[in-house]
């Protein structure tokens, strides 16, 4: 049974995990970097980059030891070649090949979107290829269908900001700190969600894809027109949360109609919110569909999700395995077994 050391530094999380095919994830460790980036108001890349090759090592000693597991023991290293930001990647790149090239063992470029989607499957036997996958998170939103491992097809994606970017950015705008999202989401669930009449993207619109950036602009105005209280914080967030709510919900619901599936994986940052969670299981129920989240400490970036993804595709023959450092800071799902 094989055990896989990831390693994910594709944005502002250095993570690592091993998980072993007998035994499952035996450890998984996250350093945030948020609270560097923080005074700058988002990710800065350069910082970044230096903040993972201040602690990868670190990172990886520690999910070493917590899980009891050696670096002879190991029998292939997974990282994040991408999508994400180019620095970053490299340094994950470059320390995951040269561990793996000194120990003997294959490193497996492993797809960051891949990643997200299928540690819902972990300790899920329930989840079956083929399945529908909406992913959102900071840098991504997208709704896929995952065939089976390895074959994806891109259905819809945002055509500007994705769902993150658009909760970050609406919750810089009300003056709240860095990433934002999670706070924002929290003022929402004490907010009258009809308080302001936010447009809906999208949703009369022919296909599938969706758009969030008008969306901020008129939470801009709103906000900007407003006493700025912290009751009218709470109103527009929640005015804001239901309106991204409801247009992805209604896009997803399209798409259900039209593909043949009957399993939805929810994956990435947003996943974790309440409100998203909630419309999903009812809109699953409607359309019966069964509705799958990952453990919300693995929505966000992780270790987990890529020593997992770099597992099953190095049982199943489906790794793409290279001694050469694969960095792909632009890098289309349906590729990912390219
Ligand atoms: O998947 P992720 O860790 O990073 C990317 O790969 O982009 O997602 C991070 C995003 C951030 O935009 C963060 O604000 C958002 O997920 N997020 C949330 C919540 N928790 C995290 N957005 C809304 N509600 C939440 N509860
Ligand atoms: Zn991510």
């Keep these: 049974m094989a055990i ?6 594709s944005c502002d999380e250095t993570a690592a995990a091993i998980y072993c095919g007998e035994n499952g994830l035996l450890s998984h460790t996250i350093h945030s970097q948020i609270p560097l980036h923080k005074i700058y108001g988002g990710v800065v890349p350069e910082l970044a980059s230096r903040d993972h090759v201040n602690k990868l090592i670190e990172v990886v000693a520690e999910v ?14 997974a990282y994040t070649a991408g999508p994400g930001l180019a620095g970053a990647l490299m340094v994950g790149s470059g320390f995951a090949t040269s561990l793996a090239m000194t120990l003997g063992i294959p490193s497996l470029p492993t797809h960051h979107l891949e990643a997200h ?8 036997e329930k989840i079956k290829f083929p399945f529908l996958a ?31 970017e658009a909760f970050d950015k609406s919750a810089k705008m009300m ?15 004490d907010g009258d969600p009809k308080s302001f009449d936010l447009p809906r993207p999208m949703i009369n619109r022919p296909g599938y894809d969706l758009s969030f ?34 247009s992805c919900c209604s896009r997803l619901s399209k798409v259900m109609q039209n593909v043949t ?11 974790a919110n309440k409100s998203l969670r909630d419309n999903l299981i009812s809109l699953a129920a409607t359309n019966s569909y069964d509705v799958y989240f990952p453990a919300i400490e693995l929505c966000t970036d992780n270790g987990a999700m890529i020593a997992y993804t770099g597992y099953l595709n190095y049982v199943n023959n489906s790794a793409v395995m290279s001694d050469v450092m694969q ?12």
């Design 4 to 9: 896989v050391l990831g390693i994910e530094t």
């Design 64 to 77: 070493c030891e917590e899980s009891g597991i050696g670096l002879s023991d190991l029998d292939a290293i």
């Design 117 to 124: 989607v299928l540690i819902a499957m972990l300790d899920v």
């Design 134 to 164: 909406l992913l959102v998170s900071g840098g991504h939103t997208q709704i896929i269908l995952a065939s089976a491992l390895g074959e994806y097809k891109l259905i819809a994606e945002t055509l500007d900001d994705a769902i993150g």
């Design 175 to 189: 003056g709240m700190p860095y990433p934002g999202g999670r706070e924002l989401a929290s003022l929402a669930e």
């Design 213 to 246: 950036s008008g969306l901020k602009t008129a939470v801009f105005q709103a906000w900007d027109k407003s006493d700025k209280s912290d009751e009218t914080k709470r109103n527009l967030a929640a005015s804001f949360q239901a309106a991204v709510v409801e």
């Design 261 to 271: 599936a009957d399993t939805l994986v929810v994956a990435g940052g947003v996943a």
């Design 327 to 338: 960095v792909k800071p632009r890098w289309p799902i349906e590729d990912a077994f390219n």
